[in-house]
């Protein structure tokens, strides 16, 4: 049984930052590409971050790029994201997500298998 459990969420202010984590188990975790998605109250999932196996290659929404790095320690079977300049606009649930491939780091909701149960991220004054 696969399971993902994320972390690190939580009230932040604006300009703040956070790192979130999401360890897995129950699937051979070095040999999967990773990714984070966030949903917003009355809006659709969208993607945010993903990468390759090994972490070589990355991907990033319009919205991450140069806030946001995504990182991944196939020792401890965790993967990362760490958030910096956050915004009210970033305020969301998020979830990671296995890929089905070790490579494939697209953008694509049905590219990915397995989720976690997510973590809350808030972005207030």
């Known amino acids: 049984q696969v399971q993902l459990v994320e972390s690190g969420g939580g009230l932040v202010q604006p300009g703040g930052s956070l790192r979130l984590s999401c360890t897995v188990s129950?699937?051979?975790?070095?040999?999967?590409?990773m990714a984070w998605f966030r949903q917003a109250p009355g809006k659709e999932r969208e993607f945010v971050a993903a990468?390759?196996?090994?972490?070589?290659?990355?991907n990033y929404a319009d919205s991450a790029k140069g806030r946001f790095t995504i990182s991944r320690d196939n020792n401890k079977r965790t993967l990362y994201l760490q958030m910096s300049s956050l915004n009210p606009e970033d305020t969301a649930v998020y979830y990671c997500?296995?890929?089905?491939?070790?490579?494939?780091?697209?953008?694509?909701?049905?590219?990915?298998?397995?989720w976690g149960q997510g973590t809350q991220v808030t972005v207030s004054s």
């Open positions: 997500a296995t890929g089905r491939t070790n490579w494939r780091i697209t953008g694509l909701v049905g590219d990915y298998r397995d």
């Open positions: 129950g699937r051979t975790f070095s040999t999967v590409a």
């Open positions: 990468i390759s196996w090994g972490g070589g290659n990355t």
